[in-house]
Nanobody
Framework: QVQLVESGGGLVQAGGSLRLSCAAS????????MGWFRQAPGTQREFITY???????YYKESVKGRFTISRDNAKNTVYLQMNSLKPEDTGVYYC??????????WGQGTQVTVSS
């Protein structure tokens, strides 16, 4: 079992920045891909970004150049630095982690609200 706990969400004005963190505990020594999804009210959860254990990254087109994902394998923690935030970035941000067999664990989510 792996437990994921997100932190760092909040309310920010458009153009501002936030940094989200997601710490993994439990059987977290074999985490491969870690990443983030978000879900705006009334919409489906959408993919934002991921990072592999070897630091390969991939981003949703709309966040490229504004969001940066990173991870600290020693701390089993993944970060999401979000700059130049827009109102459309508002939503609940969910961290996920995949283990070797492809199973995906999820965090409980953290709310990000960007005011215009």
């Amino acid at each position: 079992q792996v437990q994921l706990v997100e932190s760092g969400g909040g309310l920010v004005q458009a153009g501002g920045s936030l940094r989200l963190s997601c710490a993994a505990s439990g059987s977290s020594s074999s985490l491969n891909v870690m990443g983030w999804f978000r879900q705006a009210p009334g919409t489906q959860r959408e993919f934002i970004t991921y990072i592999t254990r070897g630091d390969l990254t991939y981003y949703k087109e709309s966040v490229k150049g504004r969001f940066t994902i990173s991870r600290d394998n020693a701390k089993n923690t993944v970060y999401l630095q979000m700059n130049s935030l827009k109102p459309e970035d508002t939503g609940v941000y969910y961290c996920y982690a995949e283990v070797a067999n492809g199973y995906r664990y999820w965090g409980q989510g953290t709310q990000v609200t960007v005011s215009s």
